[in-house]
């Protein structure tokens, strides 16, 4: 009976130990994904602002293409320039009604 105490004690204390290293294992591995998961993070968002400033590139190059006469990009130009006039026409009225 002291023999499989002794033996039942060896066995939960092996368990034990290979919990403990398991848990160990997937704490370094937590860590170091959660450090991955930032790295990522910080890539996304550069590239995401890289993205957004060669799209706003490119608008502007399409624009100075309409203004410098290119025939395929007059369109673009003739929105551009309606979108202005509406704002203006926008801030007009926001005047008048303020009473300036």
Known sequence: MLQDLDNNFSVLEKKILNITKNYQNLTEQYLELSR?????????????????????????????????GNPDHNRLMKNHINRLIKEVDHCIAELQNSGL
Not at 41 to 64: C, D, H
């Open 36 to 68: 991955e998961h930032e790295e990522l993070k910080k890539k996304y968002e550069e590239g995401r602002k890289s993205n957004q400033a060669l799209a706003e590139e490119q608008k502007n190059i399409k624009l100075y293409s309409a203004l410098s």
